[in-house]
């Protein structure tokens, strides 16, 4: 008779070690485990290809992109595409040079972006261009910055307060369509400020913001920045985009260039 001690012993090395598995149930199990494992394995080769031709397509996909947009910056200058022609040719108030007429409005971020490229670019535009500003007024809420330029404009202020109105606009944030934030700012850049505010609220400077509103709509200006060419030609920076609709300013410095040739060759009637 075995003791309590040895039978409580040799039970519980039985219950630990349980049944023991058939050999023909643990080989099945082996061979199952490494079917899945070479299903894995299957799985992650496919992905690892299917990544690496997704790789490849999308760096030709970027070649492609870069070639054809390399080709329209090199391309020629197409009506309809690059410029349009005015279908009412208008007016140019000096005869004897081509006339280059920017449409802008202060407020206008697209603007403030063109006035660094457009400053080097009047640097070394042809002698025979004469560049003029011209505000577009597209609603009443444009009129206050319309008068502001042109009070600038008749105190012979422009090529010192120009790029500083844009400046306190776009990277200030001041508010210079109020005309009470306006005399002050223009009272701290050193000008008399009843002297301003007096030409800011003239008749004359009241009508050309008037007159400003029936040119923009005479010429058909559809947004703005905007340039015309001699009253003929009509071309603006968001026709010169980048694959990441950017706009591409050398490209669209080409295209005035191009277009002012065009005029140019226009008068002369070749």
């Given at each position: 008779m075995a003791s309590r001690a040895h039978r409580s012993l040799h039970q519980r090395r039985a219950a630990q070690s349980g049944p023991r598995e058939p050999e023909a149930q643990r080989r099945g199990n082996d061979v199952d485990q490494g079917s899945r494992g070479s299903r894995y394995r299957n799985r992650l080769a496919f992905h690892g290809e299917t990544m690496t031709a997704f790789r490849k397509i999308t760096a030709l996909a970027s070649v492609l992109a870069l070639f054809l947009f390399s080709a329209q910056a090199g391309a020629q200058v197409v009506a309809g595409r690059d410029y349009r022609v005015l279908a009412s040719p208008q007016p140019t108030t000096n005869g004897a040079r081509i006339e280059v007429l920017e449409f802008f409005w202060y407020g206008c971020p697209h603007c403030n972006n063109l006035q660094a490229p457009l400053s080097a670019w009047l640097k070394?535009?042809?002698?025979?261009?004469?560049?003029?500003?011209?505000?577009?007024?597209?609603?009443?809420?444009?009129?206050?910055?319309?008068?502001?330029?042109?009070?600038?404009?008749?105190?012979?202020?422009?090529?010192?307060?120009?790029?500083?109105?844009?400046?306190?606009?776009?990277?200030?944030?001041?508010?210079?369509?109020?005309?009470?934030?306006?005399?002050?700012?223009?009272?701290?850049?050193?000008?008399?400020?009843?002297?301003?505010?007096?030409?800011?609220?003239?008749?004359?400077?009241?009508?050309?913001?008037?007159?400003?509103?029936?040119?923009?709509?005479?010429?058909?200006?559809?947004?703005?920045?905007?340039?015309?060419?001699?009253?003929?030609?009509?071309?603006?920076?968001?026709?010169?985009?980048?694959?990441?609709?950017?706009?591409?300013?050398?490209?669209?410095?080409?295209?005035?260039?191009?277009?002012?040739?065009?005029?140019?060759?226009?008068?002369?009637?070749?």
């Open positions: 070394r535009k042809p002698a025979d261009v004469e560049f003029k500003r011209m505000p577009a007024v597209f609603q009443d809420s444009w009129i206050p910055l319309t008068r502001a330029y042109f009070t600038i404009e008749a105190l012979g202020l422009v090529d010192r307060l120009h790029h500083d109105v844009f400046a306190a606009i776009h990277e200030k944030k001041l508010r210079l369509q109020d005309p009470a934030v306006l005399f002050d700012w223009v009272a701290k850049q050193g000008i008399d400020r009843e002297k301003f505010a007096q030409t800011y609220n003239s008749f004359a400077v009241q009508t050309r913001a008037q007159r400003a509103r029936d040119i923009t709509s005479r010429y058909d200006i559809p947004g703005t920045p905007a340039v015309v060419v001699d009253g003929r030609y009509l071309t603006a920076p968001s026709l010169t985009l980048n694959p990441d609709n950017s706009i591409n300013y050398d490209r669209f410095f080409k295209v005035l260039d191009e277009v002012i040739a065009l005029a140019r060759k226009t008068r002369s009637g070749k």
